[in-house]
């Protein structure tokens, strides 16, 4: 698909967000947008305000100063949850699985947000339960083949590798069936295959789903690979943004954050 085509309007935008923890300044007055179906990478040195940003947008945070729009509406001060239940859905930096459930009783509970009928209907009548139940199974043995985990769906995720619980991970994350998907260093840890593998498996996400993809992540030639288009931040100020061209060639990232020019 071209670009052109796979890119559209305005998903999710903040808006001149500052966040403090009592004297700590996270983040100051930082704006930018992430269109749909685009790939939007965060980078920045340690302590940049990175995962700050993520947790604005995820609703675990709530700024002191600045608004989050969503799908053209600006966002309240919504908990975690209802913001997941507006189809925003994301990884943790540290892996944030039910170590002793399977790989697919973990994908199961990523489809919570989608779920219609409560303990009236479970308690009284099971039909609308059940094709409810049946509906949700479809759906997690289609992202068990796109994942390629077959051979693991009954393990318990805590036995697994490293890599293959971050597989996981992003399974439970796509599993929410969300707009928009918020990875938390997704490739932290890993070595260069299984940093490959995962790159390919988000590329595969936002083609395959039309999934509109933000991440973290501190590799630099990951990011710039994957991203259509890069914000910078430091010091929780924003210090660049735009294509991976744009940012890797910006002179004030180039001094801040790379240390060298990555022509
Ligand atoms: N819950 C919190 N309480 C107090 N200070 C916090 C909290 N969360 C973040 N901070 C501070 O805010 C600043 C930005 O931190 P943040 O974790 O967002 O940066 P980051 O770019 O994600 O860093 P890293 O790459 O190391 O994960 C840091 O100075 C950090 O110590």
New binding site residues.
């Given amino acids: 698909m071209s670009e052109a085509s796979r890119i559209g309007d305005t998903l999710l935008e903040v808006k001149n967000i500052s966040l403090s923890?009592?004297g700590?300044k996270?983040l100051t007055d930082i704006s930018f947008d992430i269109k749909e179906g685009e790939v939007r990478a965060i980078i920045?040195p340690?302590?940049?305000?990175?995962?700050?940003?993520l947790n604005v947008i995820s609703g675990f945070y709530h700024p002191q100063e600045g608004e989050v729009w969503f799908r053209g509406e600006k966002r309240g001060a919504l908990k975690p949850y209802q913001v997941a239940r507006q189809g925003v859905a994301r990884t943790f930096?540290n892996i944030a699985l039910f170590k002793g459930m399977s790989t697919l009783d973990n994908l199961m509970t990523g489809r919570i947000t989608q779920m219609k009928t409560n303990m009236f209907w479970q308690a009284i009548w099971k039909g609308p339960a059940e094709r409810e139940e049946i509906e949700h199974r479809e759906r997690v043995e289609h992202i068990i083949d796109f994942l390629g985990i077959q051979a693991i769906r009954k393990t318990p995720v805590g036995r697994l590798p490293y890599g293959m619980q971050k597989r996981v991970e992003l399974g439970r994350a796509l599993a929410a069936e969300a707009k928009l998907l918020l990875l938390d260093e997704p490739m932290a840890g890993m070595n260069m295959e299984e940093k490959e593998d995962m790159s390919r498996f988000i590329l595969d996400v936002n083609d395959e789903f039309g999934t509109t993809i933000t991440l973290?992540e501190?590799d630099i030639g990951v990011v710039m690979d994957l991203s259509d288009r890069v914000v910078v931040?430091d010091y929780?100020c924003k210090l660049a943004d735009g294509t991976p061209d744009i940012v890797r060639n910006d002179q004030a990232v180039i001094d801040a954050y790379l240390g060298v020019s990555h022509d």
Avoid: T
């Fill in positions: 923890f009592g700590v996270a920045g340690n302590g940049a305000g990175k995962s700050s940003m930096q973290i501190h931040l929780g």
